[in-house]
């Protein structure tokens, strides 16, 4: 018996056409009335999923069949052309089935084994966090303990129910399958390509508890970068406590702590911005100084090199969002009831001095400068962030794309540096400025640009800069590579001197 459905032809315009609800279902006679000829698919279960994957399957072309225990009361929550009868109804004549019920609900279904057997069982279940560490087997493996008989295909648990009615263009396209039958996969991969989905092959049914944990996992590949950032925020919202509340209150007897909320967190974010956008570029500073020093590209970098180059789009974006918000607090500042006090008192000092003009232009030239600076880092940020987005990444070409990451990211950190030495002028000479003993934060902060800015400078050279381009292009330097022939005189003669 063949377990692949024949899958209907359609467009893609009407695969990723979205369909947001059974209104827009039912309203549309394409979609209310199936043609008799199309494939028949299966599901069991009457919940948000099994309506959202009804819906998919009807729009793209499938012939739906529901199994429920209750199918008056939940007929009319599915489209009007997906036909809601009684579980054993529904598995007589599909090949496919979807098993759209949780774990615990396995079990009811074990009367109906001898329609089930040879079918193709989908499982499209997820575990909780507390299941997943409590079971050592994946429900796609219990559910084949269940039913022998039949070929159980892991598939759709990492698609949302918002994706399946939406279209894939709202959500991943992605759809990682495994079973331990290739033709029920190929058939299951068919449907999901179908659906406008684009299916991954995991392997073997072993897989599966590998696949039920993806929908687990919470931004894994941002939990590095933000405990980084939060690190260095915490770190600089210490130091600069320290310095602008702490020694006033201390030294002087100043009440400053109303500057907590606003006034230092507009001081932190700065500086966390900053850093955090020199660490996008160090890590490739690093891997170019380890690629000149061994003379050759085909040697692994260190495992934490490789995971930190891995992890520069993630860091990239949240100095974007600390830069943001630096500029949101900016703008805050005068809004302040601190900040209107301290206007009033400096013009009532000026009054009792009796200076009618106040103009300093040094200091009118510097901020002029410092501000123009910042807006220019600042839009320079927000191009890096907007062409990191997969659908804007997707239309730029390699050359494009790096040079947007590459050479208007260092453009972003050299337009950073000078804001902060605009900011700082001459106060890192000011003795006043060291509150117990402490440099003032903007001097921490511009170690590692600098270095950052001082190493691409270096590498720009021509003595440098080719030799690494050939390095790139695979030349390697002599006895960067050593091959050793096996010491067995027999064995030498057989191996290729090519």
């Known amino acids: 018996m063949s377990h692949q459905p024949a899958i209907a032809t359609k467009m893609p315009e009407e695969m990723d056409k979205p369909l947001i609800s059974l209104h827009l279902v039912d309203s549309d006679s394409s979609l209310a009335k199936v043609p008799d000829e199309a494939p028949k698919v299966g599901i069991l279960g009457s919940g948000d999923f099994a309506r959202s994957l009804a819906t998919r399957l009807v729009g793209s072309g ?21 036909q809601v009868t009684f579980q054993e109804e529904a598995v007589s004549s599909p090949e496919v089935i979807f098993v759209a019920v949780f774990r615990e609900h396995y079990s009811s279904l074990c009367s ?4 089930l057997a040879g079918k193709i069982l989908v499982d499209v279940s997820n575990p909780t966090e507390q299941e997943h560490l409590q079971h050592r087997e994946s429900n796609a493996e219990y559910l084949a303990s269940l039913f022998p008989t039949c070929t159980v295909v892991k598939a759709f648990n990492v698609i949302s129910a918002w994706t399946l009615q939406a279209g894939p263009r709202d959500g991943n396209r992605q759809v990682p399958i495994c079973s331990d039958q290739p033709e029920a996969k190929r058939a299951v991969s068919e449907m999901a390509l179908a659906m406008g989905f684009m299916p991954v092959d995991m392997g073997s049914l072993a897989s599966a508890r590998e696949v039920e944990a993806m929908p687990l996992r919470l931004l894994p590949a941002w939990k590095v970068p933000t405990l980084l950032a939060l690190g260095l925020f915490v770190c600089f919202y210490a130091y600069n406590f320290i310095r602008d509340v702490l020694q006033p209150y201390v030294q002087e007897s100043q009440n400053k702590f109303f500057k907590l909320p606003v006034s230092v967190v507009n001081t932190t974010l700065p500086c966390v911005a900053y850093v955090l956008l020199s660490l996008v570029y160090l890590p490739g500073v690093l891997a170019a100084a380890l690629q000149l020093r061994r003379g050759t590209k085909y040697q692994r970098f260190p495992d934490w090199l490789d995971h930190w180059l891995q992890h520069r789009k993630q860091i990239g974006l949240l100095s974007f969002f600390c830069a943001a918000l630096h500029a949101l607090y900016s703008f805050c500042l005068p809004l302040r009831r601190a900040h209107r ?16 003009h106040l103009w300093v232009e040094e200091e009118v030239w510097r901020m002029e400068i410092y501000l123009s600076l910042g807006v220019l880092a600042l839009g320079t940020l927000s191009l890096l962030a907007v062409t990191s987005l997969p659908s804007i990444a997707n239309s730029l070409n390699w050359r494009e794309f790096s040079f947007v990451q590459s050479s208007l990211g260092f453009v972003a950190l050299v337009l950073s540096t000078l804001h902060t030495l605009t900011y700082g002028w001459t106060r890192a000479f000011e003795e006043s400025r060291y509150k117990f003993y402490l440099p003032p934060t903007f001097t921490l902060t511009l170690l590692v640009p600098c270095v950052v800015i001082l190493a691409k400078t270096l590498f720009l050279l021509p003595c440098i800069s080719r030799r ?21 005189h027999a064995l030498a003669e057989k191996t290729s001197h090519v």
């Open 468 to 488: 690494l381009a050939r390095i790139r292009r695979g030349w390697e330097r002599d006895g960067a590579i050593k091959f050793t022939l096996p010491t067995d």
């Open 341 to 356: 006090y301290d206007l009033v008192n400096l013009a009532v000092k000026q009054v009792l001095a009796n200076k009618s």
């Open 62 to 82: 499938f012939k739906v069949v529901v199994g429920s225990r209750n199918p008056k009361r939940t007929a009319g929550l599915f489209p009007s052309a997906a």
């Open 112 to 115: 109906l084994s001898d329609q």
